[in-house]
């Protein structure tokens, strides 16, 4: 039998393999913000607030290059823009909760949560929909938090041979690969993927931009087509 309590944790569980890659991706975060300058209240203020993991990224490293505030602000927003399209497509699921509810849903949306969520709720009909989200999204959001200020906190005295940077990518192939499950969301991944990789070169993390725009116009395509 369903219960809160036991989509709750049910949830959490779900979310324990990827709080492996997480927890180094949030130290990532936090080294990459000290390292450019960012002083530690604006950069646990960052954290809190943009709870972005790629963002964050992009926004420090624009910083640490002195790119203009105008191209850190709209780098930060284009690239979470994909958060409006999980909203679109989870936001049927949350329809009768109250406001309340609804308002930390949003602030707590990550890739990550809406591609282990939306999974379960399209499978099982009977799961505690809000409990269920909601202990995925407090684990990811709680182990950011503290892995963050970790980095934070150790800054440059990371040694490199820790390689930290290699969980930035499997976190996000970890939610990828699951949701790439036809022909469009195929085509989206391999073209969106194959131009980030060309246009890594391009001033101002624009070719991640470019990438998203081309990946998403790949799949609308192949979609229209078949």
Do not use: C, H
Request: charged content about 10%; overall charge negative; aromatic content about 8%.
């Amino acid at each position: 039998m369903s219960s809160p309590r036991a989509d709750f944790v049910s949830g959490v569980r779900v979310s324990l393999p990827i709080l492996l890659g997480i927890a180094p991706f949030g130290m990532v975060a936090g080294v990459a913000a000290v390292g450019a300058g960012v002083p530690t209240v604006e950069a646990l203020a960052m954290s809190v607030v943009i709870f972005a993991g790629a963002s964050q990224l992009a926004a420090a490293e624009l910083i640490g290059r002195n790119a203009p505030a105008v191209v850190v602000v709209v780098t930060v927003l284009v690239i979470n823009v994909r958060m409006v399209m999980y909203s679109a497509s989870i936001a049927p699921y949350f329809r009768d909760q109250p406001g309340r509810w609804k308002a930390l849903v949003a602030y707590l949306l990550t890739d990550q949560a809406y591609a282990v969520s939306l999974l379960e709720f399209e499978s099982d009909g009977e799961t505690a929909r809000r409990w269920y989200y909601l202990g995925v999204a407090a684990s990811l959001w709680v182990t950011w938090q503290v892995a963050t200020v970790a980095g934070i906190a150790l800054g440059a005295s990371v040694p490199d041979g820790w390689r930290l940077e290699f969980a930035v990518p499997l976190v996000f192939l970890a939610v990828l690969v699951p949701a790439v499950t036809d022909r469009a969301t195929g085509a989206a991944a391999l073209v969106g993927g194959s131009v980030a990789v060309t246009a890594n070169g391009l001033p101002f993390n624009l070719g991640l931009i470019v990438a998203a725009v081309v990946g998403i116009g790949a799949g609308l395509l192949v979609e229209e087509v078949a």
